[in-house]
Structures are given as structure tokens and as C-alpha cells.
């Protein structure tokens, strides 16, 4: 508990937004200017994990706030100060961090503010809304919304793993088969396109340049875990399903071979024993893929005897390098080191919090993901994200070329319009 409660300290500390002035929710990898928005997301969905397992509700209020004020006005985290640069990707982890705050009774918002549960619907309702969608590459939601935007031209894992994540947990909770049905057909794409393969590998992404053909085979610890984690939600939702059973246990075994050599979390893409080239966004997809096992282990128990003892001994090599800093305690990331490699930031501090968070949570024999029915008080919301007048959880319908080339015309009209983005860029 005392290494927790370090360890929350150092990772709030890099968070200023709840000083008077600052616009709560906002992080930045200090010294770098840049707003790193997603991540935000993920640092309160850890802390929300902390408060559960520790019972220290010392952040709970500057997690709220923050929560509640980037969740907006339609209660699906697509805020003012990031919709222009939005992917799915990091909207979708905003809304995972509200469906743990609704799993666990996390202190709820005053009753004229976003709900944990609807914001949660919010995020899933816009992520399946048609607009996200078109038949290139048969389906699949892109990775960046915007056509302007790096990336809106790639098909990625984690977009429409957090989208499956998504709906298998709502499905859980809510006890609706709807949302179970549209994770199932992320599933289903994904492995027909080929980023979910034979023996469970869970690759990158594809270009919609030749309709998904050319797949980037990069494994990621975060791809396989998010498809992971939501596919115990399913087993657990499916009563253990046996389809599922296998699909955990196949990802599963998958995941600990190839990013757990020595029981060590490792990030291969950007990292191995000696060498450390992650930046960035790599710097927290091992961290939170620790948090979801620990999940995985608890609704999916079969799995526990696997899980745990790799999550102790990785928590356990996390924690020893962290020996750095002015304070002599910060965390770098070369966990299986056990040398502190001098690059402290904020990803890396979280990711080093949720190891130990995960190793808590199981140690502690604490409650598992709640649901409505088993003592879930987080008010919900059907039509959240979907604006004025929406209906219930939406239901994909193929778009026709003439309402992508209309939808495009249009978009164009107004980024040149009222944006003034040069032409140069949109066809880029």
C-alpha cells in the first residue's frame, strides 16, 4: 500500500489542472508543451483503480473534476479543446476510464452533471454512429476522425479495440445484448481483415490506400490486452462461453509469450533488455495492460494461476528501478533492468502505479468489475453522444459513395471556409 501511495503521489504530480487557472483534465509530458490528451484519460482511469483498491480517496475530487469537465455538454468526451485533433482511439480511452469509474461505485458527479455510465454510453454511441464508418476495407472504424488529420487513412487495432472493449463491458453492466452484438462484429472484422491472426497475434493496423491489404505486423502490449480484457468481459457476460474461453485463454498465452519473456513486461516494438527507444504514447501500453489483467484474472478466474504470478514479478522489477529523480524515487522504464534508465515522465510513473495497482487488486481479493445487478449505482444514458432528440444505441448501415463524396465536399467547404487549412494539407 505505502509503494502505492508513492507512486500516486509522484504520477499526480505531473497534473496541474486542478489549480486555479487551469483547465482540469489537461496533461502535458513536461518539459513538452504539447497537450497529451489521452493520456490524461488514462492517468485518472489509474488513479480511479488506486482509490478502489487502496480506499485513499486523496485524488478522488481533482479526478472528478476533471472527468466531468472533459466529458462535455453530450457526455461523450468529444471536449471543445481536442475534437479538432480527435482520434478514436483517444476518445475511446476516456471512455474506458468512466466505464472503471462506473465498475467500481467510484464517487459519483452531482446529478446535473455527466454520469460515469453515460458518458461511457456517450463514447460508444458516437464511436458506432454511421458516420464512422464505410465499407473500405470492409468496415472498421479509422484511426483519426478528421480527414485532415494524420492517420485518418489508417485502420487500426487499438480504435476498434477500444470500441469492442467498450461495448463488451457495457454489455456486462447493462445486461443489454446490443452492445455484446456490435463487439462481435468488431471481432469479426478484425479477424477477417487479418489483425487478429490464427494464434492470436493482434497487429497494428492496415492502409486504406490498398483496402487494408498491407498489414502493419507490429505488436503492441496494448492491442493484444484491450482485446484481451474485453474478450474476459464477454466470456464473463456469455456465462463462459467456450468460444470465449478460447479466445481468452488464446490471447492470453499469446500475450505472456511474446511481451512477458522472464515474467517481465516488455514493450518489444521500441525495447528489450538493453535497449530502450520507446517515446511518448509507447511509454503507457504496458502499464495499463497490467491494470487489465488484473481484470481478466478476476471475471475470467481460470486464468488467475497464470496472471498472477506474472504480475508480482513484474510489478516487482518495475518498482526496483525506481530509484531516480531529485526525490531519488521516480520511475524510468527499463523495468527488466532494474536500473533506473533516467527517463521519468509522467507514462512512465502511471505505468510503474498500475503495475503495483494490478498486483493490489488481486492480492487484496478485492470485488471484481460490479454491474448494475450486483450493486452499480452509476446513473445511465442511451441517447448520450448522439445530440438532440437520440435514439437508442445506434445500429451500423453501409454509407454510399455519394454521401462519402458529399460528407468529404462538405468537410472541405468548411475547413477552408471557416478554418482556413490550405489545401496543401487536406491533401496530404
Not at 484491450?226 to 479466445?247: C, K, M, Q
Not at 441517447?383 to 444505441?393: D, R
Amino acid at each position: 500500500m505505502e509503494a502505492a501511495s508513492t507512486l500516486a503521489a509522484d504520477s499526480m504530480s505531473f497534473y496541474d489542472g486542478d489549480v486555479p487557472g487551469k483547465t482540469p483534465g489537461l496533461l502535458y509530458k513536461k518539459p513538452d508543451p504539447e497537450l497529451w490528451w489521452w493520456a490524461g484519460g488514462v492517468l485518472f482511469g489509474t488513479i480511479i483503480e488506486y482509490s478502489h483498491y487502496t480506499k485513499d480517496t486523496k485524488y478522488n475530487a481533482a479526478t472528478k473534476a476533471a472527468m466531468v469537465h472533459q466529458a462535455g455538454a453530450n457526455q461523450d468526451f468529444l471536449t471543445p479543446n481536442w475534437t479538432a485533433h480527435m482520434g478514436n482511439d483517444d476518445q475511446g480511452f476516456w471512455g474506458l476510464s468512466a466505464m472503471s469509474a462506473a465498475e467500481t461505485n467510484f464517487d459519483n458527479p452531482e446529478p446535473n452533471e455527466p454520469q460515469w455510465l453515460a458518458t461511457a454510453q456517450g463514447v460508444f454511441n458516437t464511436m458506432a454512429a454511421p458516420e464512422r464508418h464505410d465499407q473500405v476495407c470492409g468496415g472498421g472504424l479509422r484511426w483519426q476522425l478528421n480527414l485532415y488529420s494524420k492517420g485518418y487513412n489508417y485502420k487500426n487495432s487499438i480504435s476498434n479495440g477500444l470500441f469492442f472493449n467498450l461495448g463488451a463491458r457495457l454489455a456486462r453492466y447493462t445486461g443489454n445484448k446490443t452492445y455484446e452484438e456490435r463487439a462481435n462484429q468488431v471481432w469479426d472484422w478484425e479477424r477477417k481483415v487479418g489483425l487478429i491472426t490464427d494464434t492470436y497475434a493482434v497487429y497494428d493496423g492496415a492502409s486504406d490506400a490498398d483496402n487494408c491489404a498491407n498489414i502493419d505486423t507490429s505488436e503492441y502490449t496494448y492491442n493484444s490486452g484491450v482485446f484481451l480484457h474485453g474478450a474476459a468481459f464477454l466470456y464473463n457476460f456469455t456465462d463462459g462461453s467456450p468460444i470465449w474461453r478460447e479466445r481468452v485463454e488464446g490471447l492470453l498465452d499469446h500475450m505472456l509469450a511474446k511481451f512477458f519473456p522472464n515474467k517481465i513486461a516488455v514493450e518489444v516494438v521500441c525495447q528489450n533488455d538493453e535497449t530502450n527507444l520507446c517515446e511518448r504514447d509507447s511509454l503507457i501500453f504496458k502499464g495499463v495492460v497490467h491494470r487489465w489483467l488484473a481484470n481478466v484474472a478476476q471475471i475470467a478466474p481460470f486464468t488467475a494461476e497464470k496472471i498472477l504470478p506474472v504480475l508480482k514479478e513484474s510489478a516487482k522489477a518495475a518498482v526496483s528501478q525506481c530509484t531516480g529523480g531529485d526525490n531519488g524515487r521516480m520511475c524510468g522504464f527499463q523495468w527488466s533492468s532494474g536500473k533506473y534508465d533516467g527517463k521519468t515522465n509522467v507514462g512512465t510513473e502511471m505505468s510503474v502505479l498500475s503495475a503495483v495497482v494490478s498486483v493490489l487488486g488481486l492480492r487484496t481479493h478485492a470485488p471484481g468489475p460490479i454491474t448494475e445487478q450486483t450493486g452499480g449505482t452509476s446513473q445511465g444514458d442511451s441517447t448520450a453522444g448522439a445530440g438532440a432528440g437520440g435514439g437508442n444505441t445506434p445500429v451500423l448501415s453501409p454509407i454510399t459513395v455519394g454521401s462519402k463524396v458529399a460528407a468529404s465536399f462538405l468537410t472541405l467547404v468548411v475547413l477552408l471556409g471557416i478554418v482556413g487549412i490550405q489545401v496543401w494539407m487536406i491533401l496530404e
